[in-house]
Structures are given as structure tokens and as C-alpha cells.
């Protein structure tokens, strides 16, 4: 069965740092690749998303990330944290010919700290 | 536009007990998810609606069920609720044309079994 795997569950980083969040997928075939962002009491946001094409997505709010088939991972970066990017950011997979069902990872709680 | 609205937002009921929750998808949206958040567990893919048909179903007992309405809006049965299905259920929508993986979320359904 697919599986994704987010390293680390807390992630901390001062306002104005890198900001990376590591995801990777077990997958023989790539799937589609997705992050979302959850803030307090909030739904889930896309981010940005990976189908097909150029390996680097861009997304909302300055993220991007980078598709490596090679390393089966897409790690989320930001240049600059902001305060406002303090929240829980979940990476997915959809697997190929399984519509609508994502597979989530556990997600990382980001806080950034001023 | 209208996103994906939800309710009840809080809903507390007992063991044994049956719950129902509703979602209204974004407008033009024919497309519906659920998905269960619940705490330790992360999210899990409940059940997938597409033009009034269930067209996938993540690994939850029958009692789990749910249906979509002509107006695309759908709601979620859970029945004899057992303490381990408290958890935030999420509601999702998407066009259904491109990977069915860009969803927008609601802001869930807080579901407590006492």
C-alpha cells in the first residue's frame, strides 16, 4: 500500500528562515503529489500541487516544492518564514486510477518564532 | 463564491447513537469527499461521491455511509457510534476534470461520542 512519510511532526524556524518541510512516498509509479496547509480551526488549503511536467511547483504564499522520482520525495520549501505561515502542513498522494482518495501524511505543526 | 460549507459544527451524541452530517459543495462543484481527522490517526479517506454515485470508499465499516443528493450536496450517516469515531469530519469538493486531488475543503464537523 502507498504510504507518505513527513519527517518530523514539529518544525521551528525564525521569521525571516529557510523554511523546509520534508515529505516522501512509496510509490513504484509516481503518484499525484500535493501540499496542503491546515491553519486553527481551519479547513485544508492547497498549496501546490505536482501532476506532470516541470518538477519544481510553484504555490500560493511564496511555497514551492520539488518532485525527485530518484529520492521519491517533495519537500516543501519556503525562502523567508513569515508569522502567518505558523500552522500544520500536510503532504499527499493521490495514487493513479484511485480518484478522489488521498493519502496523507501525519503532517508538521511549522512555528515560527519572532 | 461560496466555499464548502458544513454542519452541524459541533456535534456531541453517545455511544450507540447515530449521527448525520451535511455538506454543500462550492457551486458548479459535482464532486464530494469525506474525510475522517481524527486524533493519532491523521486523515483518512472516508468515502467519495460524483454525480449522486459512491465512486470510492476508504477502509471504514459499513456503518459509515453517506449519500449525494440531486443538488450535489451530500451528507455522512455514522450509526451505532462507537467512542474511537470522535474526530473532525472533513467535507471536500472538486470539479471532477483534471486530477481529482485539488480539493476545497469546509471547515469540518467536530463529532463527540461520549
Known amino acids: 500500500a502507498q504510504s507518505v512519510t513527513q519527517l518530523g511532526s514539529h518544525v521551528s524556524v525564525s521569521e525571516g528562515a529557510l523554511v523546509l518541510l520534508r515529505c516522501n512516498y512509496s510509490s513504484s509509479v509516481p503518484p499525484y503529489l500535493f501540499w496542503y496547509v491546515q491553519y486553527p480551526n481551519q479547513g485544508l488549503q492547497l498549496l501546490l500541487k505536482?501532476?506532470?511536467?516541470?518538477?519544481l511547483v510553484k504555490g500560493i504564499n511564496g511555497f514551492e516544492a520539488e518532485f525527485k522520482k530518484s529520492e521519491t520525495s517533495f519537500h516543501l520549501t519556503k525562502p523567508s518564514a513569515h508569522m502567518s505561515d505558523a500552522a500544520e502542513y500536510f503532504c499527499?498522494?493521490?495514487?493513479?486510477?484511485?480518484?478522489?482518495?488521498?493519502?496523507f501524511g501525519q503532517g508538521t505543526e511549522l512555528s515560527v518564532k519572532p | 463564491e461560496a466555499g464548502v460549507t458544513q454542519s452541524p459544527t459541533h456535534l456531541i451524541k453517545t455511544r450507540g447513537q447515530q449521527a448525520t452530517l451535511r455538506c454543500s459543495p462550492i457551486s458548479g462543484h459535482t464532486s464530494v469527499y469525506w474525510y475522517q481527522q481524527a486524533l493519532g490517526l491523521g486523515l483518512q479517506f472516508l468515502l467519495w461521491?460524483?454525480?449522486?454515485?459512491?465512486?470510492n470508499r476508504g477502509n471504514f465499516p459499513p456503518r459509515f455511509s453517506g449519500r449525494q443528493f440531486p443538488n450535489y450536496s451530500s451528507e455522512l450517516n455514522v450509526n451505532a457510534l462507537e467512542l474511537e469515531d470522535s474526530a473532525l469530519y472533513l467535507c471536500?469538493?472538486?470539479?471532477?476534470?483534471?486530477?481529482?486531488?485539488?480539493?476545497?475543503f469546509g471547515e469540518g464537523s467536530r463529532l463527540t461520542v461520549l
Open positions: 461521491y460524483d454525480e449522486g454515485e459512491e465512486r
Open positions: 505536482y501532476t506532470t511536467g516541470a518538477t
Open positions: 471536500a469538493s472538486s470539479s471532477g476534470q483534471g486530477p481529482t486531488g485539488e480539493l476545497f
Open positions: 499527499a498522494v493521490e495514487p493513479h486510477n484511485q480518484g478522489g482518495k488521498l493519502i
